[in-house]
C-alpha cells in the first residue's frame, strides 16, 4: 500500500511538470494556435508514459463501483502530487528568464480568472471536464485507428485553451508561475476542481453507462 502510494504521487508529480512545461510553452508562443497546439505535448506525454492526471482519471470514478472510495482517495493523491508538480516548476520558471518572457502574459490570465463570476468559471471547467474525459478515453480506445488517437489529444487540449475552458492542474501551474496563490486563488482552483470532476463524469457516465443501459431495455 504505501509503495503504490508513492508511486501515485510520483506519477503524478511528473505529470503536474509536464503540464508546467507545456503551460510554459504556450505562455513563450507568440500566436494562440500554435501554443495550444504545442500545449498538446503535456497530455501526450502524460498518456504515453502512463503518469496520474487529475483531469484525465477523474471521468473513471463514475465506472468504479465497489472501488469509488478507494479510487477516490487514488484521486486525492494524484490532485496533490500534480500540485506538486506544477508549483514546482513555476516556482523553478519565476527564478529564470524565462520569466521575462512569459511575466505579464501570466499575470493577465490571472487576474482574468480572479475577476471572473463563480458561475462562469464553474461551467467553463465541466467543458474543459468532458474534453479531457474525451482525450485520454480515446487515446486508450483501441478500437480508433492509431493514428486518430493522438489527433484526438491534440484537438481536445486545443479546444479547451482555444475556448478557454478551464483546467484546474493548468491554473495551478498558472498560479505558480505568476506568484499570486492565495486563498481567494485556492478557492478558485477547488472550484475548478469541482467543475472538471462533473464534466468527465458526466460525458463519462454517457460513454460507458448508456450502452449498459440500452442493452437491458433491448
Given at each position: 500500500?504505501?509503495?503504490?502510494?508513492?508511486?501515485?504521487?510520483l506519477d503524478?508529480?511528473?505529470?503536474?511538470?509536464?503540464?508546467?512545461?507545456?503551460?510554459?510553452?504556450?505562455?513563450?508562443s507568440?500566436?494562440?494556435?500554435t501554443?495550444a497546439f504545442?500545449?498538446?505535448?503535456?497530455?501526450?506525454?502524460?498518456?504515453?508514459?502512463?503518469?496520474?492526471?487529475?483531469?484525465?482519471?477523474?471521468?473513471?470514478?463514475v465506472a468504479?463501483?465497489s472501488?469509488?472510495?478507494?479510487?477516490?482517495?487514488e484521486l486525492?493523491?494524484?490532485w496533490?502530487?500534480n500540485?506538486a508538480?506544477?508549483?514546482?516548476?513555476g516556482?523553478?520558471?519565476?527564478?529564470?528568464?524565462?520569466l521575462?518572457?512569459?511575466?505579464?502574459?501570466?499575470?493577465?490570465?490571472?487576474?482574468?480568472?480572479?475577476a471572473?463570476q463563480?458561475t462562469?468559471?464553474?461551467i467553463l471547467s465541466?467543458?474543459?471536464g468532458?474534453?479531457?474525459?474525451?482525450a485520454?478515453?480515446?487515446?486508450k480506445?483501441?478500437?480508433?485507428?492509431?493514428?486518430?488517437?493522438?489527433v484526438?489529444?491534440?484537438?481536445?487540449?486545443m479546444?479547451?485553451?482555444?475556448?478557454g475552458?478551464?483546467?484546474?492542474i493548468?491554473?495551478?501551474y498558472?498560479f505558480?508561475?505568476?506568484?499570486?496563490?492565495?486563498?481567494?486563488?485556492?478557492?478558485?482552483?477547488?472550484?475548478?476542481?469541482?467543475?472538471?470532476?462533473?464534466?468527465?463524469?458526466?460525458?463519462?457516465?454517457l460513454?460507458?453507462l448508456?450502452?449498459?443501459?440500452?442493452?437491458?431495455v433491448?
Amino acid at each position: 500500500m504505501f509503495r503504490k502510494t508513492i508511486k501515485t504521487l510520483l506519477d503524478a508529480f511528473f505529470a503536474g511538470v509536464f503540464i508546467g512545461i507545456a503551460g510554459t510553452v504556450y505562455l513563450c508562443s507568440a500566436n494562440a494556435v500554435t501554443g495550444a497546439f504545442l500545449f498538446g505535448f503535456g497530455l501526450l506525454t502524460i498518456v504515453c508514459f502512463q503518469l496520474k492526471l487529475y483531469t484525465g482519471a477523474i471521468g473513471y470514478l463514475v465506472a468504479q463501483g465497489s472501488n469509488f472510495f478507494r479510487y477516490l482517495w487514488e484521486l486525492l493523491l494524484i490532485w496533490i502530487g500534480n500540485f506538486a508538480g506544477c508549483f514546482a516548476v513555476g516556482f523553478a520558471v519565476r527564478h529564470t528568464r524565462t520569466l521575462g518572457v512569459i511575466g505579464e502574459k501570466v499575470e493577465a490570465i490571472v487576474r482574468t480568472k480572479i475577476a471572473d463570476q463563480p458561475t462562469s468559471l464553474l461551467i467553463l471547467s465541466i467543458f474543459c471536464g468532458m474534453l479531457m474525459f474525451t482525450a485520454v478515453d480515446a487515446f486508450k480506445n483501441d478500437k480508433l485507428p492509431a493514428v486518430c488517437r493522438p489527433v484526438m489529444v491534440f484537438l481536445c487540449v486545443m479546444v479547451f485553451i482555444l475556448s478557454g475552458f478551464e483546467h484546474c492542474i493548468a491554473n495551478m501551474y498558472y498560479f505558480s508561475a505568476a506568484d499570486m496563490w492565495s486563498w481567494q486563488t485556492l478557492d478558485l482552483t477547488l472550484l475548478m476542481t469541482l467543475g472538471n470532476s462533473i464534466g468527465g463524469n458526466l460525458f463519462a457516465a454517457l460513454v460507458k453507462l448508456s450502452p449498459r443501459l440500452a442493452a437491458k431495455v433491448d
